[in-house]
């Protein structure tokens, strides 16, 4: 089964500086690969996904996450970071067949003053 | 209402209660979902529907009852259930393939805890 690892359960970055959120994946064949972020007490949203088109995909509020097959990543990326930005991040990888999400363990990011 | 609902927001049961949780979607799609959100464990997939039949049956216990009256409608009933089953419950939605992008829309959660 297909599967995403997400290094660091916990991240913290200054307001303004880069957010980097990694993710693996696991997959013999050509995966469909999604971010999505929960913000305390809420469901999870879509920030953006890869769906074998372009390799560097835009999501909403300025992320954006690049496909690397070579390293079988697909890392969350934003310029400068915003207090607002503070939630749950989880990558998700899509079975070519089947329902399943798979989602990794999640990415806390906490965004300091 | 848009998007995928979820009732009730917040439930206490007891372990003899009988409850349900209720969602529903506005997205005109034709596939559902329950999982489990539990604190410092990854999401896991419940059940899941596909054109209002179960496809996957993800070894479940049977204290946990799903239904699936029509295409915007899933149901989670539940009996005498365990301190352990106290979590966030998720519903989601999304367009069942080959025509699906995959992805799925969630709802905002029944935060369940069991007494």
């Known amino acids: 089964a297909q599967s995403v690892t997400q290094l660091g359960s916990h991240v913290s970055v200054s307001e303004g500086a880069l957010v980097l959120l990694r993710c693996n994946y696991s997959s013999s064949v050509p995966p469909y690969l999604f971010w999505y972020v929960q913000y305390p007490n809420q469901g999870l949203q879509l920030l953006l996904k890869?769906?074998?088109?372009?390799?560097l995909v835009k999501g909403i509020n300025g992320f954006e996450a690049e496909f690397k097959k070579s390293e079988t990543s697909f890392h969350l990326t934003k310029p400068s970071a915003h207090m607002s930005d503070a939630a749950e991040y989880f990558c998700a990888v899509s079975e070519s067949s089947g329902y399943a999400l798979n989602f990794g363990k999640g990415t806390s990011l906490l965004v300091t003053p | 209402e848009t998007g995928v609902t979820q009732t009730p927001r917040h439930l206490v049961m007891g372990m003899t209660n009988k409850k349900s949780l209720k969602c529903e979607q506005h997205l005109g799609h034709n596939a559902m979902y329950w999982y489990k959100q539990s604190a410092k464990k990854p999401l896991e997939l419940m059940f899941v529907?596909?054109?209002?039949?179960?496809?996957e049956n993800n070894s479940v216990p049977s204290r946990f009852s799903p239904e699936c009256p029509n295409s915007s409608h899933l149901f989670l009933h539940l009996h005498t259930l365990q301190p352990e089953d106290s979590a966030l419950y998720l519903c989601?939605?999304?367009?069942?393939?080959?025509?699906?992008?995959?992805?799925?829309?969630f709802g905002p959660g029944t935060r369940l805890t069991v007494l």
């Open positions: 890869y769906t074998s088109a372009a390799t």
């Open positions: 529907y596909s054109l209002e039949e179960r496809v």
């Open positions: 989601a939605s999304s367009q069942d393939r080959p025509s699906g992008s995959h992805e799925q829309f």
